[in-house]
């Protein structure tokens, strides 16, 4: 609900600074401005912090809740040379946003 609205606002504001009319297709005009849909620039951003989490380029609170899957286990598997995040299962809605589930998922 809150993301539509977002991007209703950027919607408005691509209109504003084109000049165009509302009714025209906007997926061109912020094309043209090389702004990104709501949520593409949301998982764009969470993309980033997980990148830099992962190569200690962020604050230690969000590098701790990214590792990746040969960090975690005892033993060395095949898998661990794969750049895959562990995830963490969570039981809510509200879980499933928070950084250290969201961003290993992404």
Same mark, same amino acid.
């Given at each position: 609900?809150? %993301?539509?609205? =977002?991007?209703?606002?950027?919607?408005? #504001?691509?209109?504003?600074?084109?000049?165009?009319?509302?009714?025209?297709?906007?997926?061109?005009? =912020?094309?043209?401005?090389?702004? =990104?849909?709501?949520?593409?620039?949301?998982?764009?951003? =969470?993309?980033? %912090?997980?990148?830099?989490? %992962?190569?200690?380029?962020?604050?230690?609170?969000?590098?701790?809740?990214?590792? %990746?899957?040969?960090?975690?286990?005892?033993?060395?598997?095949?898998?661990?040379?794969?750049?895959?995040? #562990?995830?963490?299962?969570?039981?809510?809605?509200?879980?499933?946003?928070?950084?250290?589930? #969201?961003?290993?998922?992404?």
């Amino acid at each position: 609900m809150l %993301l539509r609205r =977002l991007q209703s606002v950027q919607n408005a #504001a691509a209109c504003v600074i084109t000049r165009t009319p509302r009714r025209d297709h906007i997926t061109p005009i =912020l094309h043209h401005l090389h702004w =990104l849909p709501v949520r593409q620039r949301v998982a764009l951003k =969470l993309a980033v %912090l997980v990148y830099k989490a %992962l190569n200690n380029r962020a604050p230690e609170y969000l590098s701790q809740d990214c590792r %990746l899957v040969g960090d975690t286990g005892r033993r060395e598997l095949r898998s661990s040379h794969n750049y895959t995040c #562990a995830s963490v299962n969570t039981s809510t809605r509200f879980g499933d946003r928070a950084f250290a589930a #969201a961003g290993p998922r992404l």
